[in-house]
């Protein structure tokens, strides 16, 4: 195989990965901002009227004991965590996110230096 077809290739697989990591990054940021708007929610029980949703936009006022809140921790396991628990259970999940999502915007960061680099190569090969 050639140089030039080579790192054609190369740069092909390159923004399909970056693709990849592009929706899994959206993914986390979505999965993110709901475990925030989630820890703001324990955090602000009691201090309004509390409605739950019905479904089809439709609530339901409700009266919510504000330490009991059933987690589920995976693998279809849901376990009754008092606030505090249900609070860290959060916070590491918050956590856990976080870390991931600046993982892959890390990868993304260098996958677009390489093809910045693979498209200057690849111009140079072309202009031959």
Do not use: H, W
């Not at 592009?22 to 409605?51: C, F, P, W």
């Not at 376990?79 to 860290?88: F, G, P, R, S, T």
Request: proline letters at 1%; glycine letters at 4%.
């Amino acid at each position: 195989m050639e140089e030039k077809e080579k790192k054609v290739l190369e740069y092909l697989v390159l923004k399909s990965r970056l693709e990849v990591l592009a929706k899994q990054r959206d993914i986390l940021s979505s999965q993110l901002m709901e475990v925030m708007r989630t820890i703001d929610s324990i955090n602000n029980l009691g201090e309004k009227e509390n409605y739950l949703p019905l479904g089809s936009r439709v609530f339901v006022k409700s009266d919510v004991e504000k330490n009991k809140f059933l987690v589920v921790v995976g693998a279809n396991v849901a376990l009754e965590k008092n606030k505090e628990d249900a609070l860290a259970f959060l916070l590491l999940r918050r956590a856990e996110l976080e870390s991931a999502l600046a993982n892959v915007s890390k990868e993304m960061m260098q996958i677009v230096q390489r093809m910045e680099v693979l498209a200057t190569e690849i111009q140079k090969l072309v202009g031959k």
